[in-house]
């Protein structure tokens, strides 16, 4: 199973993407950490492709999707978040953008994951792909 992230945005209140099926239909939303050169907790990580594993999380205390293999980082969890204070490095799931308390936000995150979740079934493992759309526009 692969998946596609193509961000297409990114400042100051979020790095926003649509994360795209294996089969290229767009899915889910997701909101990141603005680019701060992969620094743990306050950065999106690098474009790439990854093995994601699903993992129990101490801090969720569920089994969640965890990002594997990211260059000097541990922990980049997929979950449920709304905006950049939700996060600290890893990746949440939405189903709509929005506003929330003035900042960039994506919306029904607990219905995304649940559904992101139940796509992936009972698979354990699974590849991501992050791509910036910018840096396409770019050549």
Same mark, same amino acid.
């Given at each position: 199973m692969k998946f596609k992230l193509i961000r297409t945005t990114t400042g100051p209140g979020g790095t926003f993407g649509i994360l795209h099926? %294996?089969?290229?239909? =767009?899915?889910?939303?997701?909101? %990141?950490?603005?680019?701060?050169?992969?620094?743990?907790? $306050? *950065?999106?990580? =690098?474009?790439? $492709?990854?093995?994601?594993?699903?993992? /129990? *999380? =101490?801090? /969720?205390?569920r089994t969640l999707p965890h990002v594997l293999n990211v260059p000097g980082r541990e922990a980049v969890e997929m979950h449920a978040g709304n905006t950049i204070r939700d996060i600290k490095g890893c990746i949440a799931l939405g189903a709509q953008f929005g506003i929330l308390a003035g900042l960039p936000a994506v919306v029904l995150s607990q219905d995304a994951l649940k559904a992101f979740l139940g796509n992936i079934g009972g698979e354990k493992e699974f590849t991501l792909e992050v791509v910036n759309a910018w840096e396409k526009a770019a050549e």
């Open positions: 099926h %294996e089969d290229g239909a =767009p899915f889910l939303l997701t909101c %990141e950490l603005p680019w701060k050169d992969n620094q743990a907790q $306050v *950065s999106c990580i =690098p474009a790439g $492709v990854y093995q994601v594993q699903m993992q /129990f *999380s =101490p801090h /969720f205390q």
